[in-house]
C-alpha cells in the first residue's frame, strides 16, 4: 500500500544566477534546479511549493517549500539533506527537511515574511552583487519618519508591479525600519505578505525622503493615490534578502 508523507525543506540561495525562483521557460530558476535534485534523488517525479516568489537576482536567507513523497510500503521515504545537498549547486544549500501534515502549506500558512535591503557607501569588492552601492547617505531619520507612516496603511498599489494576478492589494506591515551597520544601512520589512516588486519600490520611495527629493508626510498622497507612476524607482535586486518565513505550527529555530 502506498503511502504519501509530506515534507517542508528550509533552504537559503544566492539569487545572482538565477531568474528567480519561480520555474519558467527558458531560463534558469531556483525552484528548477532543487525540483531536479529531488526527482534525482528519490526516483519519482517531485514538484516543489514555495512560500512566495523571488525575483530574479534576489537573495533568500531562508525560504520553504512543501512537497509529496510517494512510497511503496508503508513507511515514508526519508530524504537525505547530505544527498540533496550533493546535487544542488554551490549557490543553493538545504538547511532542514521537516516532516509536516499532509495539508500544510508552504506558501498559505506562512503568517510572517520579512526582507532586508542591504545599501553601502563604499567600493566593497566582496558587497558587489550582495548590496546596492550609492555615492551619497541619505538621511536615516528622516527615512524611518516615512517608513512609521507608510505602517499605517494597509493598501499597497501604489508599489506593486501592475497586471499581477492577485486578488487584493492589502498587506500588513507589522515592522518597517532603517538601521546603520557597519558596512552601510540595512532597510528592515516585515508583513503577512507582500506583493511583486513592492520591497524594491517602497526603498526607492523611501531614499527620495532620504535624499530631500520629498518630505516624509508627502509619502501618504502617494499611498492614497494607488498609482505605481507615482512612487519612486525600483531599486536593484542585488540587496534584496528574504530572510524569515514564519509558520504557526514551526518553532522559529527547529
Known sequence: MANTQR??????????NYHGWQVQPNAVTVQQM????????????????GCGRTDTGVHAKDFFVHLDVTSAGD????IDKRGLNALLPYDIAVKQIIPVHPEAHARFDATLRSYEYHIHF???????????????????QLMNRAAAIVMEYTDFSCFSKSNTQVKTNNCKIAKAEWIE??????????????????????????LMVGRGEMQPEEIRKIIESKNRSNA????????????????????PKF
Not at 513507511?75 to 526519508?78: D, G, T
Open 7 to 16: 515534507y517542508f525543506i528550509e533552504l537559503a540561495y544566492d539569487g545572482t
Open 34 to 49: 532543487l525540483d531536479k535534485a529531488l526527482t534525482t534523488l528519490l526516483r519519482q517525479p517531485i514538484e516543489t511549493t
Open 75 to 78: 513507511k515514508p521515504i526519508l
Open 122 to 140: 563604499e567600493k566593497n569588492p566582496f558587497l558587489n552583487g550582495y548590496s546596492w552601492l550609492l555615492r551619497d547617505k541619505p538621511d536615516l
Open 181 to 206: 551597520t557597519e558596512n552601510g544601512i540595512v532597510f528592515h520589512i516585515s508583513a503577512d505578505r507582500f506583493l511583486r516588486n513592492m520591497v524594491r519600490a517602497i526603498v526607492g520611495t523611501l
Open 232 to 251: 519612486g524607482m525600483s531599486v536593484p535586486a542585488c540587496g534584496l534578502y528574504l530572510t524569515e518565513i514564519k509558520y504557526p505550527y514551526l518553532n
